[in-house]
């Protein structure tokens, strides 16, 4: 079992920056991938971006690549998400995700491939 608890999220200008932290339970943090989605209002949840168990592989949405930035440090049992240059539409909750991904170091995109979620986080951006 894995407890996510995400935090970081807040009000923020258009531009400005923000770093989201997921905090995972447990001693089985080196055995997972990690994911993050973000739900916007009005809308079905989306993929943003992910980080292989090792850390030594990273996937991001196509529109985001560039801006966000996807780290995990496994000292902390925590995974990062920089978010640079924000705007209006990067406005929403924003969802950590986890899944046992032992003797494999793959990068899991979509939110069906994921077990364990944390309650999110609210991202608003003003412009």
């Known amino acids: 079992q894995v407890q996510l608890v995400e935090s970081g999220g807040g009000l923020v200008q258009a531009g400005g920056s923000l770093r989201l932290s997921c905090v995972a339970s447990?001693?089985?943090?080196?055995?997972?991938?990690m994911g993050w989605f973000r739900q916007p209002p009005g809308k079905e949840r989306e993929f943003v971006g992910a980080?292989?168990?090792?850390?030594?592989?990273?996937a991001y949405a196509d529109s985001l690549k560039g801006r966000f930035t996807i780290s995990r440090d496994s000292a902390k049992n925590t995974v990062y998400l920089q978010m640079n240059t924000l705007k209006p539409e990067d406005t929403a909750v924003y969802y950590c995700?986890?899944?046992?991904?032992?003797?494999?170091?793959?990068?899991?995109?979509?939110?069906?491939?994921?077990?364990?979620w944390g309650q999110g986080t609210q991202v608003t951006v003003s412009s």
């Open positions: 995700a986890a899944a046992f991904t032992i003797g494999t170091d793959v990068i899991l995109t979509q939110d069906d491939q994921y077990n364990y």
């Open positions: 447990g001693r089985t943090f080196s055995a997972t991938a």
């Open positions: 980080v292989s168990r090792s850390g030594g592989r990273t």
